[in-house]
């Protein structure tokens, strides 16, 4: 009995201790890096700034995918503390290989700090252009997840109601209000003429095979035709092309695609550019599809946008974390 009390008291004291963290601080894909100034203004300039403010995928035009404040790790770091997003880089003279450390928490809720060191600055340029992909999924997946949080607080209840007839579950942003349903098929929008942000829904038979690119753009393409019109006759919505590097007769889906791990489940995820066919509306998308074994079908939510006068990055992570609550 006297272990048993022992050990509430140690966990009440730690439960406390983590309530105690401040509330983490920053705008969205706001990424702190704290790095040596001689380092920094050496060769790992032009890596870091790479990696960190490269393009966001798949945008009609550039956004970098992080609004970087540089910090040199010999001033007052007092004030960067309880950032969202911490990089810190290092040279550590007796490192047998580059290392990249991931904390989750470690003064602020919620944060995530990332610590990279090598033994130079040529070492610690390498490892990061090398780790690329990984290092951007930490801080992009890291705010993907705190949107996700707050929509499943805060979200469109008419959409939720209206995916719940095909069994499903979904949290996207509040002004989601219009909508049409359809057999295996829903969508719902802002219907605003900028920062206008889209919810599709649909599903179709699994042939129990692998899913593939060439799969994903033929049924989107389709489902689209018959169930998002233009103003016009003859006008729907389709995934956009551009011609072939290798040829220039043949033209290719503009679409990044990446098999993951989200939220437990295995799926393929697709960054794209769609078009209004015979229109001059277009704008990016995002993807998701997963197979439903039980039901042998294959579910595919997306978030789409049309923003021809404002930034596009936020609105589309936005619709991004919103599929990220679905069940």
Known sequence: MFLAVVLCVSCASKDGQVQ????????????????????????????????????TPVLPQHEPLFRLDIVYADGNLTPWRTFRNRLIVEVDRKAAA????????????????????????????????????RLTDLFVDAELNVE??????????????????FGHRICVPEGLRASKVATDFLWTGTNLNDKDQNFVFY?????????????????????????IPGAQVGQYMQTATAPSAADSTVRQPLIVVRSRMIGGYGVQEVHGLWEMRGGALGGAFVSLERVDTAARCVLVTEGFIYSPHSPKRNLMRQMEAALRTFE
């Open 20 to 55: 105690q963290k401040p509330q983490s601080r920053g705008l969205p894909y706001e990424l702190v890096l704290i790095v040596p100034e001689p380092i920094y203004r050496g060769e790992l300039k032009d890596t870091l700034e790479a990696v960190l403010q490269g393009s």
């Open 148 to 165: 996700a949080a707050r929509l499943r607080a805060k979200y469109s209840r008419m959409t939720a109601d209206s995916l719940r007839r």
């Open 98 to 133: 580059p290392t990249m450390g991931v904390a989750k928490d470690p003064v602020a809720r919620p944060q995530l700090e990332v610590k990279i060191a090598a033994r130079s600055a040529h070492d610690l340029a390498v490892f990061i252009g090398e780790q690329r992909q």
């Open 203 to 227: 599903s179709y038979p699994w042939n129990g095979h692998p899913l593939t690119a060439e799969q994903f753009v033929q049924k989107r393409d389709s489902v689209m035709r018959v169930n």
